[in-house]
């Protein structure tokens, strides 16, 4: 696999796995469409400064505008609410490993909708974590099973929000955190004000602040390695995210720790360690396409040239002309093409 994507796709898993014990900390002070607006506004405000370096042209986002409402309106604006609502039902560290379930629903979109290779260890490895998300949100807890049903809907509309933005190779990944902070975070927390009222000063900046981090960074990094890695195994190794916010939630946060919590993390990192070595080689073709992302010229697959001779890691709009080769590979944004069998 690309070292860089899976580097890109554990930080920001760090970072979101951080992020979910402190927000659940936060619903008993601001509620949930505020919290997810000031989460997203604070997403955005972490990525301003990096977006607004090269702004995309309107034909690049009337092409991209389809997906990128999907995007928006599931990733940014949906899912954080039914996971504010959630945290609310569930303790920290079971809603950090109730997470696990947005990799499940990634791998099965992503396999059944757009048509990604996924493969017999990665197939393994969701159906453990499947089993660790129903070993933990199944305890007998009615509150528990609310909070797990609402977060698993979170996890859904987040699983067609990563196959979407994985192949959205027209906008930088920066933008798209914009767009999702700015317009689904703008939503949110006008919401949360006319029903719930104006929340607490320092909670609220600290919803800004997890967001920023948790949120506007995380998205960015794990798009941008989602676009190497393909959705599935993007997710794959976002997934750990959930450990370290089970972590910190027994260690910083002081939490109790389950023994039902523990047999999932055991299950879970199982699953997640099948990822590893998932690539699979065979001749393919690619198809001739003009689209814009980061890239070097000594990977095989970018062969044009520039005038000052520069060949390190940089982004422009460039054309692919027809190639034919074989090499090993997963399903990132130069190789989803359809297989014969899985």
């Not at 089993?131 to 807890?141: E, P």
């Not at 987040?158 to 933008?175: Q, Y």
Request: aromatic letters at 4%.
């Amino acid at each position: 696999m690309s070292r860089r994507g899976f580097l890109l796709c554990t930080i920001a898993a760090v970072l979101f796995g951080i992020s979910a014990p402190l927000a659940a900390r936060l619903t008993d002070d601001v509620p949930g469409f505020s919290l997810a607006g000031l989460l997203y506004l604070g997403a955005a405000a972490a990525v301003l400064p990096v977006a607004g370096r090269a702004v995309p042209s309107a034909e690049t986002l009337h092409r991209a505008l389809g997906r990128l409402s999907v995007a928006v309106v599931l990733g940014g604006a949906i899912g954080p609410v039914l996971l504010a609502f959630g945290l609310a039902h569930a303790t920290p560290a079971s809603s950090s490993l109730l997470l696990n379930l947005e990799l499940v629903f990634t791998t099965i979109v992503a396999a059944i909708v757009f048509r990604e290779h996924i493969g017999p260890r990665v197939a393994a490895g969701t159906v453990l974590v499947l089993v660790a998300s129903v070993v933990l949100g199944w305890n007998g807890s009615a509150d528990l099973r609310w909070g797990a049903l609402l977060i698993a809907g979170a996890c859904l509309c987040w699983a067609i929000d990563n196959c979407v933005t994985a192949a959205l190779d027209e906008l930088a990944p920066a933008h798209i955190t914009l767009a999702k902070g700015l317009v689904a975070g703008s939503a949110n927390l006008l919401i949360g004000l006319i029903v719930d009222g104006t929340p607490p000063l320092l909670p609220a900046m600290g919803a800004l602040l997890i967001g920023a981090f948790g949120y506007g960074i995380s998205i960015t990094l794990w798009v941008a390695g989602a676009r190497e890695l393909g959705a599935a195994r993007g997710q794959l190794v976002f997934a750990t995210a959930p450990f370290v916010g089970a972590v910190v939630a027994w260690t910083v946060l002081r939490d109790d720790v389950a023994s039902a919590e523990l047999v999932a993390l055991a299950i879970a990192i199982g699953g997640v360690a099948l990822v590893v070595h998932s690539d699979h080689g065979h001749e393919h073709v690619h198809e001739p396409v003009i689209h814009d992302h980061e890239h070097r010229h000594d990977d095989g697959h970018h062969t044009h040239t520039h005038a000052d001779g520069f060949d390190g890691r940089h982004q422009h709009p460039h054309q692919h002309v027809e190639m034919r080769h074989s090499h090993p590979h997963v399903p990132d944004i130069h190789h989803r093409h359809e297989h014969a069998s899985a």
